[in-house]
């Protein structure tokens, strides 16, 4: 079972850090994700990290990004 209420904490004290993180399009971070919902893959770690590649910035505070996975997949191909 999912610890949702220890996140919530961790959340609480990522949030009143209060640093402010310079990014710029196409940069690679690591980004705290916490626990997800259902079959959403969590973040690794404590800190529920996953690298995420910043897509594009909206405003000084905010950006899209899209997740990474840090496993390489493997296709096997049959002929």
């Known amino acids: 079972m999912k610890n949702f209420d220890s996140w919530i904490k961790e ?41 995420i590649i910043i897509l594009k910035k909206l405003s000084q505070d905010t950006f899209i990004c899209l997740p990474l996975s840090t496993k390489k997949k493997v296709r096997k191909i049959s002929i």
């Open 11 to 51: 959340k609480k004290n990522i949030n009143n850090n209060g640093t402010k993180k310079l990014f710029h399009r196409r940069e690679i971070w690591w980004a705290c994700f916490g626990i997800n919902i259902g079959r959403e893959q969590d973040g690794r770690g404590d800190n529920f990290e996953r690298p």
